[in-house]
């Protein structure tokens, strides 16, 4: 008797998860169909339709089988095909990997690329209408709706699982596609012990798991039978990729994301059960995914940042996996901060609150400045000790930061701390010939550094000479080289405010100073680089300079910078009248109010400031906190069947957005399209307590980013009742002011008006 390939087709290995499993008590069993010659579980469908083609005799040796395919399927046809000697045309979305598609053509498959843009509704309508419009060239296999799909793990898929269990199967865990598998495996497995649970693994609206299929995604295949499934669980997009990384690291299993969302939803069921055996079918192997991101385990984030030292946006990869290391520019402590200088802190504290959203270890470093000409002459000003002038500034800082929310740094290094560090790097600058003395002062060569400019872009040709340096005080031999120690003053000597020197008694440049401090907590080059753009030159490209002519390394990976608070088209800084945080409080503004505006507009862009713009972030953070507050004061209602999707979409589409270099613009109207949709749930009776708490978690979990949410208790009713009486009243005398401020109020605290006309 002779043999052809497909006669291998079946018969595939069930082995043990050992490692993954989380319960003892369980037995976690793979159905590695990754093992059938065309490499997944789609060539026992692909060989089952053409048999059922042969037999019914719509499938003769003239006519090309055609079907809609996003891969897999695909292969198994083209397996089949080739030994039959059948043509074969797929359609597919142009958006299938690249390997499914070297495979294909390789078995002398033709394919037809449709919009990726469309999924497969778009090939499986192209697919439709070609056979619809040529049925004498076209046989369609159609294993959306072929009988023969399920068929084909009714008597083989089952049957094999149940022979090799030796009937002690309980759980079946298979992801949905075009749900043949489930279907077939339903039907059989229940004949044999109507007891087994069918579990279905479905992704979420949105999700990027190629080769599964949310049902409400695009046409629900007409052989899908919901009442098969026992249970139906939605899986996270990150769940089912590192599973699948997982499953090749710990248990030798190179599979595809079909497999490794089969197996997190296996595993979660384990730890749920006292004993049994549970069936988890793995259908393809990862050399089919090498082309998608799903390996590179580097990237464990898939986010992009804008780098300004490319002047693009690039995929963010930490020097060490899993670990993140930031520097920031700090206040100098010789004045209360500004508002350029708010905005600068919350957008870093933005950045590593998400990171740490994300699961990165984050080591946050921001310096503080408390040795330079402001803190100097502030100090002599002001009749005071350098330390004691600086320590009520520092002191005002943190104050200032705790009102805005932000998260405490690391470690807060004070320049008049770190001068011996400085000391030791401007000794290695000399000693290699980067810098030289002249006049008691130290001075970087930049002729030594040729990539001097490459930050900033400024052309040093076009540098107006004393425009950025100190002429009138300190010779240099090239006017464009910047100071490392400056040589102290008469009056700096008298407070013995210097440090004494090779060089004589000097004090460190503001340069130095960072250069030093961030690679002493950093190392000589880290992740990433935090400030506003008005100190990218010279400040920040006089840094780079210093730690790159030293160690070969950039100072930074990335360097991230936030834009300016523009009044009146002016950057409102220490230059303009000085607005404090307790000024803004006075007006009736809650830290909470000034860090929702300063975050609210993307950090590339410049933030606007004025009574209106700060009015508006209170309006729109009381329609987000009133709804936060009417889901934890819901008493009653009735569960919400899609509530896991709701959950999915509120936080995916907030990860969407921030994941594209942090555009919380579109992170913020992501959460507003879907406070709209639950305010309308909870005014219905939709949803019910339960669903209510599960969706605030999600809010809980975001705020540990954004910050700005209130989670407290909801109102007293004696002071709804109050608040609505004196709102009634202000109404009826036309204060119109005082009733709009007295409605915001209710409406923070979850109780929205509905005003009759007067």
């Given at each position: 008797?002779?043999?052809?390939?497909?006669?291998?087709?079946?018969?595939?290995?069930?082995?043990?998860?050992?490692?993954?499993?989380?319960?003892?008590?369980?037995?976690?069993?793979?159905?590695?169909?990754?093992?059938?010659?065309?490499?997944?579980?789609?060539?026992?469908?692909?060989?089952?339709?053409?048999?059922?083609?042969?037999?019914?005799?719509?499938?003769?040796?003239?006519?090309?089988?055609?079907?809609?395919?996003?891969?897999?399927?695909?292969?198994?046809?083209?397996?089949?095909?080739?030994?039959?000697?059948?043509?074969?045309?797929?359609?597919?979305?142009?958006?299938?990997?690249?390997?499914?598609?070297?495979?294909?053509?390789?078995?002398?498959?033709?394919?037809?690329?449709?919009?990726?843009?469309?999924?497969?509704?778009?090939?499986?309508?192209?697919?439709?209408?070609?056979?619809?419009?040529?049925p004498?060239?076209?046989?369609?296999?159609?294993?959306?709706?072929?009988?023969?799909?399920?068929?084909?793990?009714?008597?083989g898929?089952?049957?094999?699982?149940?022979?090799?269990?030796?009937?002690?199967?309980?759980?079946?865990?298979a992801?949905?596609?075009?749900?043949?598998?489930?279907?077939?495996?339903?039907?059989?497995?229940?004949?044999?012990?109507?007891?087994?649970?069918?579990?279905?693994?479905?992704?979420?609206?949105?999700?990027?798991l190629?080769?599964?299929?949310?049902?409400?995604?695009?046409?629900?295949?007409?052989?899908?039978?919901?009442?098969?499934?026992?249970?139906?669980?939605?899986?996270?997009?990150?769940?089912?990729?590192?599973?699948?990384?997982?499953?090749?690291?710990?248990?030798?299993?190179?599979?595809?994301?079909?497999?490794?969302?089969?197996?997190?939803?296996?595993?979660?069921?384990?730890?749920?059960?006292?004993?049994?055996?549970?069936?988890?079918?793995?259908?393809?192997?990862?050399?089919?995914?090498?082309s998608?991101?799903?390996f590179?385990?580097?990237?464990?984030?898939?986010?992009?940042?804008?780098?300004?030292?490319?002047?693009?946006?690039?995929?963010?990869?930490?020097?060490?996996?899993?670990?993140?290391?930031?520097?920031?520019?700090?206040?100098?402590?010789?004045?209360?901060?500004?508002?350029?200088?708010?905005?600068?802190?919350?957008?870093?504290?933005?950045?590593?609150?998400?990171?740490?959203?994300?699961d990165?270890?984050?080591?946050?470093?921001?310096?503080?400045?408390?040795?330079?000409?402001?803190?100097?002459?502030?100090?002599?000003?002001?009749?005071?000790?350098?330390?004691?002038?600086?320590?009520?500034?520092?002191?005002?800082?943190?104050?200032d930061?705790?009102?805005?929310?932000?998260?405490?740094?690391?470690?807060?290094?004070?320049?008049?701390?770190?001068?011996?560090?400085?000391?030791?790097?401007?000794?290695?600058?000399?000693?290699?010939?980067?810098?030289?003395?002249?006049?008691?002062?130290?001075?970087?060569?930049?002729?030594?550094?040729?990539?001097?400019?490459?930050?900033?872009?400024?052309?040093?040709?076009?540098?107006?000479?004393?425009?950025?340096?100190?002429?009138?005080?300190?010779?240099?031999?090239?006017?464009?080289?910047f100071?490392?120690?400056?040589?102290?003053?008469?009056?700096?000597?008298?407070?013995?405010?210097?440090?004494?020197?090779?060089?004589?008694?000097?004090?460190?440049?503001?340069?130095?100073?960072?250069?030093?401090?961030?690679?002493?907590?950093?190392?000589?080059?880290?992740?990433?680089?935090?400030?506003?753009?008005?100190?990218?030159?010279?400040?920040?490209?006089?840094?780079?300079?210093?730690?790159?002519?030293?160690?070969?390394?950039?100072?930074?990976?990335?360097?991230?910078h936030?834009?300016?608070?523009?009044?009146d088209?002016?950057?409102?800084?220490?230059?303009?009248?000085?607005?404090?945080l307790?000024?803004?409080?006075e007006?009736?503004?809650?830290?909470?109010?000034?860090?929702y505006?300063?975050?609210?507009?993307?950090?590339?862009?410049?933030?606007?400031?004025?009574?209106?713009?700060l009015?508006?972030?209170?309006?729109?953070?009381?329609?987000?906190?009133?709804?936060?507050?009417?889901?934890?004061?819901?008493?009653?209602?009735?569960?919400?069947?899609?509530?896991?999707?709701?959950?999915?979409?509120?936080?995916?589409?907030?990860?969407?957005?921030?994941?594209?270099?942090?555009?919380?613009?579109?992170?913020?109207?992501?959460?507003?399209?879907n406070?709209?949709?639950?305010?309308?749930?909870v005014?219905?009776?939709?949803?019910?307590?339960?669903?209510?708490?599960?969706?605030?978690?999600?809010?809980?979990?975001?705020?540990?980013?954004?910050?700005?949410?209130?989670?407290?208790?909801?109102?007293?009713?004696?002071?709804?009742?109050r608040?609505?009486?004196?709102?009634?009243?202000?109404?009826?005398?036309?204060?119109?002011?005082?009733?709009?401020?007295?409605?915001?109020?209710?409406?923070?605290?979850?109780?929205?008006?509905?005003?009759?006309?007067?």
């Open positions: 008797m002779s043999y052809s390939i497909l006669d291998a087709i079946g018969n595939t290995p069930l082995v043990e998860i050992r490692r993954l499993n989380p319960n003892p008590k369980v037995k976690i069993l793979a159905k590695l169909e990754y093992m059938n010659p065309g490499g997944s579980i789609k060539d026992r469908t692909a060989l089952y339709m053409i048999r059922a083609g042969e037999e019914s005799g719509q499938l003769t040796p003239d006519k090309t089988v055609i079907e809609a395919t996003s891969g897999n399927t695909g292969i198994g046809l083209a397996l089949v095909c080739a030994v039959k000697g059948y043509k074969l045309l797929l359609a597919m979305s142009e958006a299938a990997s690249v390997e499914r598609r070297k495979i294909l053509r390789a078995r002398g498959a033709e394919i037809l690329l449709t919009p990726g843009h469309m999924g497969t509704d778009g090939a499986i309508e192209e697919v439709y209408r070609l056979a619809r419009e040529n004498d060239k076209y046989f369609m296999a159609d294993q959306y709706n072929a009988d023969a799909n399920w068929q084909a793990h009714y008597y898929t089952a049957a094999e699982i149940w022979e090799q269990t030796r009937g002690e199967i309980t759980t079946l865990v992801t949905m596609g075009t749900t043949g598998t489930l279907m077939g495996l339903s039907r059989r497995l229940k004949e044999y012990n109507p007891d087994i649970r069918i579990i279905g693994v479905e992704p979420y609206l949105g999700h990027k190629q080769g599964l299929k949310n049902m409400k995604e695009a046409y629900e295949p007409g052989l899908f039978d919901r009442s098969r499934l026992d249970k139906k669980i939605n899986i996270e997009d990150e769940d089912g990729f590192e599973m699948t990384r997982q499953l090749a690291r710990e248990e030798g299993l190179f599979v595809g994301m079909s497999s490794g969302a089969a197996m997190a939803i296996a595993a979660r069921e384990a730890r749920n059960m006292d004993e049994g055996t549970i069936v988890a079918i793995f259908p393809d192997s990862g050399e089919r995914y090498l998608t991101s799903l590179t385990v580097q990237a464990k984030v898939f986010m992009k940042v804008f780098n300004t030292m490319s002047r693009k946006k690039e995929p963010f990869e930490p020097l060490v996996p899993g670990k993140v290391s930031v520097y920031s520019c700090g206040p100098t402590a010789h004045a209360r901060l500004h508002p350029g200088e708010w905005r600068r802190f919350v957008f870093a504290d933005l950045l590593c609150r998400y990171l740490e959203y994300r990165y270890d984050v080591r946050h470093i921001m310096n503080i400045t408390d040795l330079d000409d402001k803190t100097i002459n502030g100090s002599e000003k002001a009749g005071m000790e350098l330390a004691a002038f600086t320590r009520q500034y520092i002191d005002a800082f943190h104050s930061l705790k009102i805005l929310g932000v998260k405490p740094a690391d470690k807060y290094p004070k320049a008049s701390e770190h001068v011996d560090d400085m000391v030791a790097l401007a000794e290695k600058l000399a000693l290699r010939g980067l810098a030289y003395e002249k006049l008691r002062s130290l001075y970087f060569d930049i002729s030594k550094f040729s990539e001097y400019g490459n930050l900033s872009g400024v052309d040093l040709e076009k540098i107006r000479i004393g425009a950025t340096v100190d002429l009138d005080e300190y010779e240099k031999e090239n006017p464009r080289d100071t490392l120690f400056k040589r102290c003053k008469l009056s700096e000597l008298k407070r013995g405010i210097y440090t004494p020197t090779q060089w004589g008694n000097v004090r460190p440049s503001w340069h130095i100073q960072c250069a030093a401090m961030s690679m002493k907590y950093l190392g000589a080059s880290f992740d990433i680089h935090t400030s506003s753009r008005e100190l990218v030159f010279p400040h920040h490209e006089n840094e780079t300079a210093i730690a790159k002519t030293l160690t070969g390394k950039p100072l930074a990976k990335y360097w991230l936030c834009d300016r608070v523009l009044m088209g002016k950057k409102l800084d220490e230059t303009l009248p000085m607005i404090t307790d000024a803004l409080s007006a009736g503004y809650s830290g909470a109010d000034i860090r505006w300063l975050l609210s507009t993307h950090y590339r862009k410049p933030v606007r400031f004025s009574t209106e713009r009015d508006a972030a209170q309006h729109s953070l009381g329609r987000l906190r009133a709804c936060i507050l009417s889901l934890i004061s819901l008493k009653e209602g009735t569960p919400y069947p899609e509530l896991d999707q709701l959950r999915y979409d509120i936080r995916q589409g907030f990860i969407n957005a921030m994941d594209d270099d942090l555009n919380i613009s579109a992170a913020l109207a992501a959460l507003f399209r406070v709209k949709k639950i305010n309308k749930l005014l219905s009776g939709e949803i019910d307590p339960a669903g209510a708490k599960q969706i605030v978690d999600v809010f809980r979990n975001i705020d540990t980013v954004l910050n700005i949410f209130d989670f407290g208790a909801p109102i007293p009713a004696p002071d709804t009742e608040l609505m009486a004196e709102r009634e009243k202000a109404r009826q005398e036309q204060d119109w002011k005082a009733a709009d401020r007295l409605r915001e109020e209710l409406r923070a605290h979850g109780i929205e008006i509905r005003d009759p006309k007067i």
